[in-house]
């Protein structure tokens, strides 16, 4: 069945679960898409092989894959410019974690602080093969289709409405906005994010399974699908436009 576009989750290094979620999709043809929604780094164990399945998948299906930038992404790209302390240090954003699935070595406690050489290395962030960061700096902020528009993070309201992608001046809120006005109150095109763990939505306003705080949330017009993967977790994918919910649990 072509025309269809399968919207997956914030994956965090977690390489088994992607595997396990995508091993329940339907055969796909060329007609179909896979959109990623950013996030394929850090927390999670493996992001290193995350990383080079999502930019090689294109290879090895016949779907069009389109992968979006994330806020880590984002903020590697940062540490590599022009260096971001603030972002490397603190254990939980999993930076360690993301270090040593390029260079070897243990996976970290949640809370395990980088060692002096790592540190100085992540401080930089050299230890990224240049085709990731190149991979890195190429991802889109955005996709539509005529199914729904997907971004990392949702859409900043400006002078009392939602513009579309297209025109923002500036993308950033694209990939780090956390705005509940958003969540709750945007009427428009369906929008497809991540970034904001599910289980931090307002469950009374899910439309799907909002007993269960963990899974997709569906407001009117937006539909969450960070389930937490890479940070205790499962990975989650929507379906249009049969509005299928695939998980990695």
């Not at 390489?15 to 950013?38: C, E």
């Not at 540490?79 to 302390?85: H, L, R």
């Not at 890195?136 to 729904?148: G, K, V």
């Not at 931090?200 to 963990?214: Q, V």
Request: hydrophobic share 40%.
């Amino acid at each position: 069945m072509a025309g269809r576009t399968f919207a997956i989750g914030d994956i965090h290094g977690d390489i088994a679960q992607l595997f396990v979620l995508m091993s329940r999709f339907p055969s796909l043809d060329p007609g179909d898409t896979i959109v990623f929604l950013g996030d394929y780094v850090d927390r999670g164990p493996h992001s290193a092989r995350v990383v080079e399945f999502v930019r090689t998948l294109h290879k090895d299906t016949p779907a069009r894959v389109v992968a979006l930038r994330g806020n880590h992404e984002d903020a590697w790209l940062r540490v590599i410019d022009k260096g971001w302390p603030g972002f490397v240090s603190p254990p939980l954003n999993g930076c360690l974690a993301a270090y040593r699935s390029y260079v070897g070595g243990p996976v970290p406690g949640e809370l395990e602080e980088a060692g002096p050489a790592e540190r100085e290395s992540m401080l930089r962030g050299a230890f990224f093969k240049p085709e990731d960061v190149a991979w890195f700096r190429s991802l889109p902020y955005w996709y539509e289709d005529q199914h729904a528009l997907y971004v990392h993070a949702g859409l900043p309201k400006k002078d009392g409405r939602w513009p579309h992608p297209s025109e923002l001046e500036d993308p950033m809120p694209l990939l780090w906005l956390r705005d509940e006005e958003f969540f709750v109150n945007y009427r428009g095109k369906p929008v497809v994010f991540g970034h904001t763990t599910t289980t931090c939505l307002p469950p009374e306003l899910s439309n799907y399974t909002p007993d269960d705080p963990t899974d997709l949330w569906a407001g009117v017009n937006v539909i969450g699908v960070d389930t937490g993967c890479g940070k205790g977790g499962f990975l989650t994918a929507l379906e249009f436009p049969a509005m299928h919910v695939y998980e990695s649990r």
